[in-house]
């Protein structure tokens, strides 16, 4: 049986006993988790923490991961049952708040702006096919398209990054929107005045 090498699976090195991948994917990943809470809503230091809980639950089981696919399709799995967790949270803060409202208490200060379940579930859907599509790129394309696209940096901010010309990161982030279509709406065509 032919296993790929300890440094393409974060946490089977983790598992054991080498923590160098799991770190360098932790530093490689940690600003597109943090997109992806914010996009879902999430308050900038709640973003934090939840990036946080995502890195250490992945952490902790990393033993019983079976690394059947790709770790970022696995880990944004995780990332969502974070952001349902946090949401209950969230839920169950507000309802104590309205309780205590009404039985005369001190109104209790909500731990985040309200959230509603519905949009929340769509918004999950919508997001973890994004994410998980996004983990099917390669490396170079999802790196240009996260900086060039969900940080929104200027592309001559991008290519100085990854010390490469403003034509390559333009290049890559066009062909990963092609990818990331292709992969979310495999029936539509390709856009108006567009060529694939």
Partial sequence: MDFAPATSDPLGALAQGDRRPFEAFVLGQTPLF?????????????????????????????????????????????ARNAWIDHCRRVAVSRTTALSQQREGAAP?????????PGEVASLQEEELALFEALAGLSDHHREAFRLGVLEGQPYAQVAAQLGIPVGTVKSRVYHAVQKLRERLNPGAGPPLGGTT
């Avoid at 995502?54 to 019983?64: D, G, I, T």
């Avoid at 209790?108 to 509603?116: C, F, K, T, Y």
Wanted: aromatic fraction near 12%.
């Fill in 108 to 116: 209790v200060e909500p731990e985040a702006r309200g959230v509603d």
């Fill in 34 to 78: 943090l997109a992806y809470f914010r996009r879902l809503g999430a308050r900038p230091e709640d973003a934090e923490d939840l990036t946080q809980e995502v890195m250490l639950r992945l952490y902790r089981h990393a033993e019983a991961y079976q690394g059947r696919g790709r770790l970022e399709a696995f880990a944004f799995r995780v």
